[in-house]
């Protein structure tokens, strides 16, 4: 497996964009304040060129942000994503993060640097505080403190609701997703019975709740940003009129009053920019926190391929430990609903622990169970997956496991939705074929003994007795398949 990529590493170099954009914003606030006066006291020609130099460096300035922050974007996608195979290896646990959300998570942790310029031009910006003190005296630059003050607070209210409006978001979608394919899974019976529109209308209900979730999401962030513009406006409105009177008074120049204008301006800008991003950087963290997160494999090479100790898993507690070496065998035995499926999906880390802990190696693992899924492909696309794999190698795994006759004869023949058009029996053997093709250092058959003829059995046992170093867990409820001799671990209901 590839190693995690350094989540930021960007950071120092997105640090020094921000503190230099924002000095470099504060510089052209003063020339631009130069050129008003110049233009102010009949020096139009010096005043025009002044602004228009302004106005240069400016434009300069944003296309170097936004030229960085294209570049760090595409570094950083690349990085991520060549270790989001890992997690495409291995099946979603319950309540696990979509493949969607994987590739939504990279495109959210590409905007890293991006947002770091933003802190940093906000954290630089307070020194506008010291200019406008400077230039406007106290009362200007307790104004300026003052509403910053009163921004901090709201920004921390407003992130936190984001925050818990995006996590229901993220549980409403998960559950329409799980309803859809549940129903999805259903359809013929719900067809057959006349009760389509029954399915229909849970999910309609569900989607609709999603929606209203993103919509109050929605209203969230546009009061954010509504507090933000007022609070901007306001200070620039009361440091104005506080220099207005100054000018008035005759007690400040007119270029040291537009210097602490365009200052608390320029400074407004920065925090009111970053406080609008406080969505996005939210999200930026947690998807780097879902990044980080690789696939469950531990253990060091050498060690078992699999072992537990004291593994109490969530069906019952009944505490389980043993280890599993190459070309191993454990049985797994108990009555239907004695939580031998859980315990399997606990050791695979589909299902998590209760207490206890469970140690895998990196290694490819192959699960046949009577629930396993083939895709809407061709015949040899499904045994395959994608695999170069020799024709006479997946020919010769067919015919060993009895899959011959018309519908086997042609690879490329399409087969229908999850395989249906195929016995129970066909289907596990052509998954355990499948299985077997990739090369697996451990198989784990889930209760498929019931869904075979006694020559299917017989075949089964065979083929994978053949499979040198292949260690093998099976579960079953009487006789096992695969597995006769050997250490068993028996479940009582």
Do not use: C
């Amino acid at each position: 497996m590839s190693a995690t990529p350094s989540t930021d590493p960007f950071a120092r170099r997105s640090w020094l964009i921000g503190a230099l954009a924002t000095l470099s914003g504060f510089a052209v606030a003063f020339i631009t304040a130069q050129a008003i006066t110049a233009v102010a006291h009949g020096a139009l020609s010096r005043g025009v060129a002044e602004l228009l130099g302004a106005l240069a460096v400016r434009t300069l300035i944003a296309l170097g942000h936004d030229g960085w922050a294209n570049h760090t974007a595409r570094v950083i996608r690349e990085r991520w994503r060549r270790t989001i195979v890992g997690h495409l290896q291995r099946p979603l646990a319950e309540g696990d993060r979509s493949r969607l959300d994987l590739a939504l998570a990279i495109d959210h942790a590409a905007t890293t640097p991006s947002l770091d310029v933003l802190e940093a031009s906000a954290r630089t910006a307070m020194l506008g505080v010291v200019v406008v003190w400077a230039t406007a005296g106290w009362l200007s630059a307790g104004i300026v403190v003052a509403l910053l003050a009163l921004a901090i607070p709201l920004y921390r209210r407003a992130g936190r609701r984001s925050a818990q409006l995006a996590a229901e978001y993220r549980d409403r979608r998960r559950s329409l997703e799980r309803r859809q394919l549940e129903l999805l899974n259903h359809a013929p019976e719900l067809r057959a019975l006349g009760a389509v529109e029954y399915g229909a209308s849970e999910i309609a209900a569900i989607s609709d709740a999603e929606h209203g979730v993103a919509i109050r999401a929605i209203r969230v962030a546009l009061t954010s940003s509504l507090v933000t513009e007022f609070l901007s406006g306001v200070s620039v409105g009361l440091v104005a009129m506080v220099v207005g009177f100054g000018l008035l008074r005759g007690e400040i120049s007119l270029l040291r009053a537009l210097v602490a204008v365009l200052i608390t301006s320029e400074l407004f800008g920065y925090v009111r920019r970053y406080g609008v991003e406080f969505h996005r950087r939210e999200d930026a963290v947690a998807s780097r926190d879902t990044l980080r997160r690789s696939p469950e494999t531990t253990a060091a090479e050498r060690g078992p391929l699999l072992a537990t100790e004291n593994l109490v898993t969530e069906f019952g507690p009944q505490p389980v430990s043993f280890r599993l070496d190459v070309g191993g065998r454990l049985l797994i035995r108990g009555p239907s609903g004695a939580g031998k499926t859980t315990l399997v999906h606990t050791l695979l880390g589909w299902r998590t622990p209760v207490a206890g802990r469970v140690e895998r190696r990196d290694v490819p693992i192959a699960v046949v169970s009577s629930e396993s899924s083939l895709v809407s492909a061709t015949l040899w696309e499904n045994v395959t997956l994608g695999r170069n794999i020799d024709v006479e190698e997946v020919r010769s795994r067919l015919d060993a496991l009895g899959l011959t006759g018309p519908r086997f004869d042609d690879l490329d023949d399409v087969l229908l939705a999850d395989g249906d058009g195929l016995s129970t029996g066909e289907r596990v053997r052509l998954v355990l074929a499948r299985g077997l093709l990739a090369k697996p250092a451990l198989l784990v058959i889930d209760d498929i003994a019931g869904v075979l003829d006694e020559v299917s059995r017989q075949r089964v046992a065979k083929v994978v007795a053949t499979v040198d170093g292949l260690a093998v867990i099976e579960t079953t409820v009487d006789s096992p398949l695969v597995v006769i001799d050997g250490p068993r671990i028996e479940l009582d209901r």
